[in-house]
């Protein structure tokens, strides 16, 4: 099956205060950089019932800046299964190394 975000879904992004809902989430990614470039493969997934636990790591290609900048990072989703299937609750996410740029400014 596929996984979809929850309506209500929170994301901890690096450096940043947590964002709840959807509209947070269009409101912060209208601030970062172009992404050219994104692989997040899923390095375990552990769960139990309804619930599950996924650990993924992930690469990004940055294209807002010049020359464009790769970045690695880590990931940690909790999901919970719904009668239409797996649903994003959270979302946990830092890069490996401080040399991300900072978002621009909206």
Same mark, same amino acid.
């Given at each position: 099956?596929?996984?979809?975000?929850?309506?209500?879904?929170?994301?901890?992004?690096?450096?940043? *205060?947590?964002?709840?809902?959807? @509209?947070?989430?269009?409101?912060?990614?209208?601030? #970062?950089? *172009?992404?050219?470039? #994104?692989?997040?493969?899923?390095? @375990?997934?552990?769960?139990? $019932?309804?619930?599950?636990? @996924?650990? @993924?790591? #992930?690469?990004?290609?940055?294209?807002?800046?010049?020359? *464009?900048?790769?970045?690695? $990072?880590?990931?940690?989703?909790?999901?919970?299964?719904?009668?239409? $299937?797996?649903?994003?609750?959270?979302?946990?996410?830092? #890069?490996?190394?401080? $040399?991300?740029?900072?978002?621009?400014?909206?």
């Amino acid at each position: 099956g596929h996984v979809i975000a929850r309506i209500d879904e929170s994301r901890m992004p690096a450096d940043h *205060p947590a964002i709840r809902g959807r @509209a947070q989430l269009r409101e912060w990614l209208a601030t #970062f950089p *172009p992404v050219s470039s #994104f692989e997040q493969p899923i390095e @375990a997934i552990d769960g139990h $019932g309804d619930v599950a636990m @996924a650990r @993924a790591t #992930f690469t990004v290609v940055l294209a807002g800046t010049n020359p *464009p900048v790769e970045r690695t $990072g880590k990931a940690m989703c909790s999901l919970h299964r719904s009668e239409g $299937g797996w649903l994003i609750t959270s979302v946990c996410w830092n #890069f490996d190394d401080p $040399g991300i740029p900072p978002p621009r400014a909206a």
